[in-house]
């Protein structure tokens, strides 16, 4: 399946991209998932996934846990909590 | 209910926008603004500017979706919201959310709401930049809270 990863604040800094295209195996579908999948790259995605800073993770456009699940063309997005205002 | 939500870099005339907000709901008998600064002093030094980072898209759909919640739990006749990005300066204008209703105790509580509903659920990300170099904004706690304590009773 493939899917559009974008990655934003603090956390574009750290993986020095703002988005990417994926193509994911048949078993990572939702964002529990992906974390780990992504966090195989190596230690850079580890620190970042290790919950010691907060994730937020959006599913196209919407705020979602990390049960949520995606499908193929979705739009995935990790940030860290929102500081607007 | 007349909702007009812009995200942009320019800055904004408060009167010319309140005006309008006044203009577009004629029956309105309250109307309450908030407006959000750049605070010149940051956390550990001085501020030479503040960056706004934002998510496309979500941006203008979160702050919909914040003024559609607010319209139903009080009777709004306007809401006006405006969120600036990019670089801004010190004391520079951020943030505008503008209501309008019959009496004034809806405008004031759906004003309040919308702000910290923003705060913790629209997507965007501030960065400081001064004397002290550079940081990323780090979320509240009391951000968080203050959105709690609109959770209606079961």
């Known amino acids: 399946m493939k899917i559009t990863i974008l990655y934003f604040a603090r ?12 193509e994911l195996p048949e078993n990572i579908t939702s964002i529990i998932a992906l974390k780990s999948w992504l966090c195989d790259r190596g230690e850079t995605w580890q620190k970042l996934f290790d919950g010691r800073g907060v994730v937020r993770a959006a599913i196209n456009h919407e705020l979602v846990d990390d049960m949520a699940t995606f499908d193929e063309g979705d739009e995935v997005a990790f940030f860290p909590p929102v500081t607007g205002g | 209910m007349y909702l007009q939500v812009s995200v942009q870099a320019e800055d904004f005339d408060l009167g010319a926008e309140l005006q309008q907000l006044k203009a577009a709901t004629p029956q309105a008998g309250a109307l309450v603004n908030f407006v959000g600064l750049v605070r010149e002093l940051a ?15 979500m941006t203008e759909k979160a702050l919909n979706q914040i003024a559609q919640t ?85």
């Not at chain 1, 956390?11 to 994926?22: G, H, P, R």
């Not at chain 2, 990005?85 to 951020?94: K, R």
């Not at chain 2, 990323?136 to 079961?154: I, N, T």
């Open chain 2, 43 to 57: 956390a550990d030094g001085q501020l030479s500017e503040m960056v706004i980072e934002h998510y496309p898209g």
């Open chain 2, 70 to 154: 607010a319209s139903q739990r009080w009777p709004l006749l306007g809401v006006r919201m405006i969120h600036r990005v990019g670089t801004l300066s010190g004391q520079a204008q951020i943030v505008l959310v503008a209501t309008t209703s019959l009496h004034r105790q809806a405008a004031f509580e759906a004003c309040a709401f919308m702000m910290d509903y923003l705060k913790t659920e629209a997507p965007f990300w501030k960065k400081e930049i001064g004397d002290f170099g550079q940081h990323w904004v780090e979320a509240r706690a009391s951000d968080e809270q203050a959105k709690q304590q609109w959770k209606l009773p079961k």
């Open chain 1, 11 to 22: 956390i574009k800094e750290v993986v020095n991209y703002s988005s990417e295209s994926v």
